[in-house]
């Protein structure tokens, strides 16, 4: 991402949850566009820092109305009633979202009549929340997965132009494929991790001593915030189900060898992992892989 | 770790297997007493880096005989017949190891009749294996397991003295505590770590787009070396099927509610966490945690 002088394709932002997703791209739009006005709601976890909008607002309405791109940076079960409002207050603005699951979603813009709307998942992040950990550089190398919406298609495309200017890389998919795949590479290793941890509390005595890096990379997620993925796996239940019952099936059967079978499963697993690292090109780095 | 002007605890250092931690051994003890000799069998993978070693010799009972330090850096089915070399040889050396499990370990140096042991692990690795990947500061701030074997109290604490020039952390513990610990936070990891790779092959069309840098963490043990893994976890298979067993227990049940059961294990989790953390002291950040 570099300071560019061509047109931006959204004139005026509106953030509706100026958090780490939404604060990360009000600043990485200012960098991108300096002339771009990024208007916000007001951040509940303290003060914004300098510079990252231009005013902010309580009234959404008024935000949408304001803006020609009106992003969702709220929880997923905040959006509907969000979504309302903006249908209601006649915003001709393009509608996105950030949520992390999008069956939902999608089902809820439609209910909500908003005419021009494209769900969207950055997968980007950071250990903590808040405004205050918000980077310019969240986004960059990092997927921004694409659902087709009511939006046309030349809203579609400006959008498209709009995220990969931010950095990152971006895939089209239907929410319900969006929402299979989270559940096995996102979903589930949350409630692995989790697990993993509290089988450990076996060992806590002499754990601690002998835990290394890999300890450590498998466990970081257990200290994610237990609402948050309340919310995740209620709303994806189904699919999270799926992943897990085709992860038990992975695992070592009750009279199995275990030897044998971590042989033959980090033989696939390597092989596996080598053809995904492959597909996921140039951004592998970025992403710790 | 610094250069250091202070007697080294032991004056002729041999090194058995000069891979990537008897090389990192042979490189630190240098770099902390650049007086020390250090002797090591040649490597099998190629040329050793410059200046790591004194001299090379494949003959370990000259080794033995002219060392007062033995380190056995080799896979752990090949240690008793070592073992017993070094025993024949009638060398009075302190000889310790650097395997990942230890009961066996400690049994074989038994009977082999070693008169001077002391058990050890390392927590320290990397992506890489061999000599070419070796780096005298692989140990700084890394926990170092010791196991009382045959050796007095004099030698263990002069190996101790050793362990800690270079940088290590150590913990002494008794070699079941030791293995079941490691089932729990190392090898349990590992068989997860395959087992959620193999899963996501169920999405493998867009996984891959999808995948964030928890998955790529979470499963980057899933290239680790099958063979080496056979060995571990058929060397300690009762622990990691004991982990394993608590590991499942800690997982949702058939009927429960997803939502609710990541919120409760969350909140463990996290605690657990924490905790862990702090008992880590001062060395987590060194270790990814």
């Not at 992003?71 to 905040?78: D, E, G, I, S």
């Not at 997927?143 to 959008?159: K, Q």
């Not at 919310?231 to 009750?254: H, K, M, S, W, Y």
Request: aromatic share 6%; glycine share 12%.
């Amino acid at each position: 991402m570099t300071r560019g002088t061509a047109e931006p394709p959204f004139r005026r932002i509106g953030i509706v949850g100026t958090g780490l997703i939404g604060g990360s791209i009000a600043l990485a739009a200012r960098r991108r566009w300096p002339g771009v006005e990024v208007v916000g709601t007001p951040s509940r976890s303290g003060p914004l820092p300098e510079g990252m909008l231009d005013r902010t607002t309580a009234d959404v309405a008024e935000l949408s109305l304001t803006s020609d791109l009106v992003v969702l940076a709220v929880p997923v079960p905040v959006m509907p009633g969000l979504m309302r409002t903006i249908a209601a207050s006649g915003s001709a603005a393009l509608v996105t979202d950030v949520g992390s699951t999008k069956r939902g979603v999608m089902r809820a813009a439609n209910e909500a009549g908003l005419p021009a709307f494209v769900g969207g998942h950055p997968m980007a992040g950071g250990e903590k929340p808040g405004a205050s950990e918000a980077r310019a550089d969240l986004f960059v190398g990092r997927p921004w997965l694409l659902i087709e919406g009511s939006a046309g298609p030349e809203l579609r495309e400006r959008f498209e132009q709009f995220v990969r200017a931010l950095g990152a890389v971006t895939h089209w998919m239907d929410a319900a494929a969006h929402d299979r795949a989270v559940a096995y590479v996102s979903h589930l290793p949350q409630v692995v991790a989790a697990a993993l941890m509290n089988a450990a509390e076996a060992v806590a005595a002499t754990g601690p001593h002998v835990a290394g890096k890999a300890f450590g990379e498998m466990t970081r997620l257990a200290s994610s915030p237990p609402d948050l993925w309340q919310g995740i796996c209620t709303e994806n239940a189904d699919f999270v189900r799926e992943a897990l019952q085709t992860f038990l099936a992975q695992l070592p059967g009750a009279g199995e060898d275990v030897g044998a079978w971590i042989n033959d499963a980090l033989q696939r697993s390597g092989q596996a992992r080598g053809r995904w690292l492959a597909r996921q090109g140039g951004t592998t780095g970025d992403r710790g892989v």
